[in-house]
């Protein structure tokens, strides 16, 4: 919404700046100003089709100016308001799109590496976690603590896979709270879960 009303205030002073003198109307420099602020705050939010849309406004916008320019021709004010507000409405669409598309495939990550019943990252999560630790040589100072619940099966035979999944899900709050922010724990698998605990050796 803050970047659909300054647009609007960005395009509404060259167009009354036009009312008032003619040169201003005239020039295009004054109409590309109008498409500044957009851009910034499509760049700087990472709206890349947005950012793009509207730098290709600008080039246009220069463009057709270059060309009456040399046919000796003049700008029309209310032609340049509809070309601008045009791109900057297109811009605003895609820049939304874009954020709309981005928070759907993070959606979709989020729940491919997360595990349903316990919320705690999955076996793909962890190990894209642990890989990541080599990968940056942190080798020393690097333990995987390993937990197999004893008995569950039997548990689960005895009172039933729901009442497993309560023992499951306070086994994973209590992993957590007691896993230090600079490591991770997960569910590896059925009654297994891992703690990959990074700046730790085997005596911390």
Not at 40 to 66: D, F
Not at 135 to 140: K, N, P, Q, S, V
Not at 168 to 186: D, H, N, Q, R, S
Request: overall charge negative; aromatic content about 8%; hydrophobic content about 55%.
């Amino acid at each position: 919404m803050r970047a659909v009303i300054i647009s609007i205030a960005a395009l509404a002073v060259p167009f009354l700046a036009s009312q008032w003198s003619t040169e201003a109307s005239n020039s295009v420099l004054v109409w590309v100003v109008a498409l500044i602020p957009a851009f910034l705050l499509a760049y700087y939010r990472g709206w890349q089709g947005a950012a793009t849309a509207l730098a290709a406004a600008m080039a246009t916008l220069a463009s057709s100016n270059v060309v009456l320019v040399l046919r000796g021709g003049s700008l029309d004010e209310l032609w340049l308001l509809g070309l601008i507000s045009g791109f900057i409405a297109l811009s605003l669409g895609l820049g939304w799109l874009s954020e709309a598309l981005h928070a759907k495939r993070e959606a979709a990550e989020l729940v491919a590496l997360t595990d349903e019943l316990t919320a705690l990252p999955n076996r793909r999560r962890i190990r894209m976690y642990l890989d990541q630790l080599l990968a940056e040589g942190r080798r020393e100072q690097l333990a995987i603590v390993l937990f197999d619940l004893d008995n569950f099966k039997a548990y689960n035979d005895d009172h039933g896979h729901p009442a497993g999944d309560v023992i499951l899900c306070k086994f994973a709050e209590v992993l957590t709270a007691v896993t230090p922010a600079t490591g991770m724990a997960a569910r590896y698998g059925g009654e297994e879960f891992m703690a990959v605990l990074s700046y730790c050796d085997e005596r911390s």
